[in-house]
């Protein structure tokens, strides 16, 4: 059977388009000679729809695109991902289905078995599971058609199953010649391998080869790296989709194919490049033409500035120097020579005179010399208010540029340096922007070496350091990858790094500033565990170690 | 049975806090005769623990905690609600619980059976189902225990049934003579009233009596109202708790009781009290002693204020004035007379130096006229600035004034007057917030008749008001109410409402300003649908009508 894999990028709720380029690619697969053409989860609607799910009007708007899709096909086989709805009066009885149609018509629904609903996975709340499991017959080879999650409960796989249920083993039973998984499977780094490993043992252990096409695109915060994946039956990955852009090829399961060993890039490759993808999605799907960045002279908005430009263009960034009285001399002069090495154009406004005329007006209040902390903040406010200010003038979306490590721990101005529409690097620890800006500068210095040997400081006081407030950022990574992605807790994480008053202090500086995280910009997810969606913790709580 | 109904305020995560607590309730009912003391939903550990389950160390703690309870207990009975992990190797394994303690040991569980997944519930994220359901005989009396939703599934009372399963009702069948169900139900305006007529209709099904005890307290967003309410067989709702304080009072099921008619208030009263509590919960158990207040001159923050100094007292509520050229001379006025009637300490500090300086420092970047939206937002920026500022130094809350007819359409500035801790009436409808100042004020006027005369204008730029943007409020209410609370969409707002002209442009305003409300304040929970937790919409999403 020749199938046509249609890696394709759609948008969440815009069903026409859609539709329309479910049309186009299934054409083309026609064209090409293919038997059947196979595309993502919920495709038709996008991934993920969230509430819109719950909207009638949009399931029956979602319904009417199925049956124009369907009637254009013909003998080609065309299977989507689209939502379907039951006809019980219990439940949801809303489904996310892959829907099977050729000449002309809807031919079959497969319900997904395995609806997930962990980490940034709400599905639960949408989607009933599926009743039965069918193996579906097409031109003399019967297909086990499976979505997602259904794939990923292979007890010869893991260790601990999510689910009491296998949906894949019973196609495999009920005789499936070729397993077709159609999936929308969010992107951190290990994932791709992972998948292929899982997906090889399958292959292998059942003797059944596989297509597995992925959604390709991003939405909000979380990015799909596409990578559709074909094994042969003896567990060979013999195609490969391309990450983090569209793509369409032909696996013939009849065909001998040479094994692709790899599918994974370095840490630093695949993280560069899905927050390129990522902020570049962002930009197109919310017509953003331009971007603001405030340059600080530090790593962590030199690496969004990159970004931004691989992203979308030299000549749709604009960077906004904004010094004060305690800004070094260095920082002026290193972010002046990083935009000449990328060739963007800049602005300079200093915000000392507005900080001044702030404390001034205040003065009646705070009467007493401000802490420390006020006249901070101040500083970082103001420039909030500048950038803010030339977002809205020019309708440009400013970025925020704090990093994981800065956002654990509340190291960062709420309504300040917070302050933008999309956290680029927020999913990203502290050490990892250094990996990746050396990363970036591997082969020609493009971040200027002063900004990345600088010691760290955010400069709102004379010579602040972060490090005066917060351990060390190889220590402190160390400490919150543990807590945030491990899933450990203070004893287990103690008994690793040895000083327990340490692990204390950063716990309850990532507990207690949960409500700052609440009013953060969403942030591209490249990690296993992010702020924001998928990370749900209580504001207000007594939890103490 | 003589049952001692607790209806304690927890905190999430604080463990000890609430083993105490526990402990001296089970202690007073044992000295009351109580043949049992029952407790809310997970009142051990806090509800909604949120991710906190997913703590190894977090579920160690309160297993231990259980046991310390247990001990302590002697031949009167303790139920309560914690968390009991299973012995198998699926699923999260996980269960929210009631358990049974006496004679100084854990003698019976019974597993939650429905899990609640929807609007802002997250239970199936980590809760697995009960596999059985059994009664438990205690003193003679068969007792049948079920959690929360398990009883929200009569299909005698639901046209529509979540779930395919009546737990209830299977206890029924095996025999139990008393129901209990311990809860933890959030507060919105009619749903006590449908509670209480939802539990009557079972007791006079099926001839039984009921213990209905359910937390009381507030935890960020979420407001539990407490009311616990003792049915007869009859289904004549015969004790019911205090709403939104602590309570404790004795049912005992042989005892005849004169039945009490209706449990709730009117919109306006309840509505209020569940806003005062709210905050007055979220200063307490965050540790606020005293919140700011930017106060306008409009009715909206004069609510807050309000609320405020209700909340925590007069002392305890200080005024920021910040008037600008804009601000009208009935605003300044108004506001003074409003401090008066209240007593409160405020202080005035114009923001025309600093806007005047801003504009002027961000003139090499705006080099034209700047537009008016910015104009106007750097003005609400920079009260932002004033209030952080205050709430820094003097660590205040500084409270949100917006409203949920502004968030909803976006007639609000993202760090500005969006700037503060916690939304008070951002769940509160622009007519509803009319509907309840004037209800404050029907014995004595304390917000000045001025204030809700005055037509609403956000007094940014000259001679505007909200209805140059916006449709009038009755309108945009009655709009937002449909598509926000009852889920319906534009062709059937637009068969109501007739204009589809209006219908399309708010639903549109709403849509795409998803992205501030991302950035919101988490809002005090009142409605049927709140922003926030248990609204989930795209960002970037492209359904139009």
Redesign the interface.
Known sequence: MKIALCQINT?????E?NKSKIINYYNRAVKDGADLAIFPELSLI?Y?????V?????RLASTKALYEVASQTGNTGLLLGTIAEGDD???TDIHNSAIFCYDGKVQFLQHKSLIP??DVF?E??YFDSAKSIYVHEFKGEKLGISVCEDIWNDADYWY?????YDPVKELIIKGSEVIINISASPYSYGKRESRKNMLSVLCKTERVPLAYVCFVGA??ELIFDGASMCFDAEGNLVKLGKAFREDYFIFDTKEKYMPIKTSEGSFEEETLNALIFGLKE?CE??NFKKVIVGLSGGIDSALVTYIAVKAIGTENVHI?LMPSKYSSEGSIKDSEKFIKNLGISY?????Q??VK??L???S???TEE??K??EE??QA??R???L???S??FGYLLLATGNKSEMAVGYCT??GDM?G?LGVIADVYKTDVYRISNYINKEKEIIPKEIIDKVPSAELSPGQTDQDTLPPYELLDNILKMYLEE?K????ITSIIGDGEVVRKVLRMVDNNE?KR?????ALRVSTKAFGYG???????????
């Open positions: 948008i969440v709720g815009n069903i388009y996008g993920p729809p969230l509430d819109l719950e909207k009638k009007e949009f009066n219990i439940g609903n962990y709400d639960m709340r601990k199953q999510r689910y009491s939405q909000t962002y799907k919310q906004i602005s300079n406004v200093s915000i005179s507005v005329e702030t001034n007006a205040l009646p209040i705070i401000p802490k902390i006020v903040n101040i406010r103001i909030g208010v500048y803010m200010a030339v809205n003038q709420l309504y302050a529409g899933n807790e203070y004893e287990e409500y609440r009013q953060a910009a969403p990370r749900r913790y209580p504001v207000v709580q007594g939890w103490r170690r």
